[in-house]
């Protein structure tokens, strides 16, 4: 029985009610009470007590779309010709890292950003990973790294017809056994979709066998869709059609469908993807990075469809994504009155609801019977907080970093910013050596 209190509770509940003096008291993974601190605190008076000191008490972060294999190319000297589109920077990059990575490589590229999510606050991530010539099994490894640092995944497997019929049969293979494993295990811990990269490297063949082997296997895909011009250009040369609309005549789509950045797609595609009530993953910096374009998030999310915020490898905080998404939308519309509501509802309420498509409890928010993925949060506000002002405060006054305390599933991962039974410097020192093998067959 742990008791977190003496901190500002932000519910995120139905009425997101905010408990100034609040505490909330967690047995085994799930919160059991919540209220006014005074009253809890000798109410449980043999609770372990973990003291927030004034600063916020919050659900923890959900990350909708993220690349663990992508953590190498961290300061890589990639001598690629410069990009000239984005093709260029997946084959100059992304392919050339995948294709070099080995399963010891999967383990640390996933065990090291997953630490970093941990110290961001962030308690549940969904994954989209690649290495095509370490498939099988990969999956796992990265499951294996998810339970010993303690976090909360959904996991898949790019399927792609890039590296030839074998390797796009292998995963495919990886999909499914890792997703008859989650649904076997029934935990709520790990969870799986099955992975495709994308329209343009996935050919019709590959796709019926894809359909056929998720028949009755309860998920959806998890799929980049449209992201750079370059999959919309090959889907209609090939199939007459954009990616969106190729997705829904094939039943791609779905509630349990992530479709994930959706940049050049009609306003017709969107009336599809709010039909099937597929899922939208925005990663705004990752976009800007890569120069691609806007998502029209904005006009999404008037169709409501289910918008989601993630990161797509590019950091580990998703502050930094609410952030940029507040303010990329304000730049590519010439109007500052936009993305108030809309970034903010992506992250903390439609990013639980997501993550509830998947398992059978609630996250994401701070009630009686949710999971206990909680973090505390350092921040001393210069002004009052209100349901209505904490948005704005998270946005202006706070950032990963500010995070000291994360616990998941009711375990504590780490307490005043120190680790708990995770041995970083072990782990960091391994990461180093592996990336410069990494680096040389780059």
């Not at 398992?359 to 949710?370: M, Q």
């Not at 994360?406 to 990461?431: C, F, P, Q």
């Amino acid at each position: 029985m742990i008791l977190i209190g003496n901190g500002i509770v932000v519910t995120r509940d139905e009425a997101n009610n905010i408990i100034y003096n609040g505490a909330v008291l967690v047995e085994g993974n799930r919160i059991t009470d919540i209220g006014e601190y005074t009253v809890l605190r000798a109410k449980y008076p043999k609770a372990r007590f973990i003291n927030a000191k004034g600063n916020l008490i919050m659900p923890g972060f959900i990350n909708t779309h993220m690349h663990y294999y992508s953590t190498f190319a961290r300061g890589i000297n990639n001598d690629s010709p410069q990009p000239k589109c984005f093709t260029d920077i997946l084959k100059g990059l992304w392919w050339r890292l995948d294709k070099v990575l080995t399963l010891e490589d999967v383990y640390y590229s996933a065990l090291v950003p997953m630490i970093d999510q941990v110290k961001n606050g962030v308690t549940t991530v969904f994954d989209h990973h690649a290495s095509p010539y370490a498939i099988t099994d990969s999956l796992f490894k990265i499951a294996e790294a998810a339970r010993y640092v303690g976090i909360r995944s959904n996991l898949c497997y790019e399927t792609s017809d890039r590296d030839g019929e074998v390797r796009a049969l292998e995963g495919i293979k990886e999909n499914v056994d890792f997703i008859n494993y989650c649904n076997k295990i029934n935990d709520d811990m790990l969870k799986a979709t099955f992975g495709l990269h994308a329209s343009m490297t996935i050919s019709d063949k590959t796709l019926d066998k894809c359909l056929a082997s998720i028949a009755g296997l309860d998920t959806g895909f998890h799929v980049h869709c449209a992201e750079g011009i370059e999959d919309v250009i090959d889907s209609k040369q090939k199939y007459g059609k954009g990616v969106i609309e190729r997705w829904y005549e094939r039943g791609v789509l779905g509630k349990k469908t992530i479709a994930v950045h959706c940049i050049h797609i009609t306003e017709h595609e969107m009336d599809l993807l709010k039909e099937t009530d597929t899922i939208v993953v925005h990663n705004p910096e990752s976009n800007m990075g890569n120069a691609v374009g806007c998502s029209p998030v904005l006009k999404m999310y008037e169709k409501g469809i289910m918008l989601g915020l993630g990161t797509d490898g590019y950091t580990t905080d998703m502050m930094e994504s609410y952030k940029v998404g507040n303010l990329i939308h304000k730049h590519e519309n010439k109007d500052s009155n936009v993305a108030w509501v809309e970034i903010p509802k992506m992250l903390f309420e439609n990013n639980r609801k997501i993550a509830q498509r998947f398992i059978s409890k609630e996250i994401g928010v701070l009630k009686k019977d949710a999971l206990a993925d909680i973090i505390i949060v350092d921040y001393n506000a210069p002004t009052p907080i209100t349901k209505d002002n904490i948005n704005s405060h998270l946005l202006f006054g706070v950032n990963g970093r500010n995070v000291i305390t994360t616990m998941i599933d009711g375990k504590v991962i780490m307490e005043n910013r120190e680790l708990v039974n995770i041995d970083e410097e072990r782990i960091m020192a391994r990461s180093v050596e592996l990336a410069q093998e990494v680096w040389k067959r780059f």
